[in-house]
């Protein structure tokens, strides 16, 4: 557990994850970025927000930096 907003129980809710830490959740439509998240690059940043919405040109490996950071993205069931 971490400390900040809590991400709804409910289908379609996602989150993304940046060395198992949250970085963004996105719940009803609404993207909502995490204290880790400003941490990133903009252009990270940016590519977290098209992996969550699911934008076309959206590719969560490019976001894989080198030194073992890694991105994912879960979905509710």
């Not at 940046?18 to 204290?35: K, T």
């Amino acid at each position: 557990m971490v400390a900040g907003d809590r991400v709804p129980r409910i289908a379609g809710a996602r989150l993304a994850f940046l060395d198992g830490m949250p970085v963004a959740a996105l719940v009803a439509g609404e993207l909502r970025p995490m204290a880790a998240m400003e941490a990133l690059a903009p252009e990270a940043r940016a590519a977290v927000r098209k992996a969550l919405l699911r934008e076309p040109g959206s590719d969560a490996a490019a976001l894989v930096q080198p030194s073992s950071r890694t991105i994912s993205s879960t979905a509710s069931p």
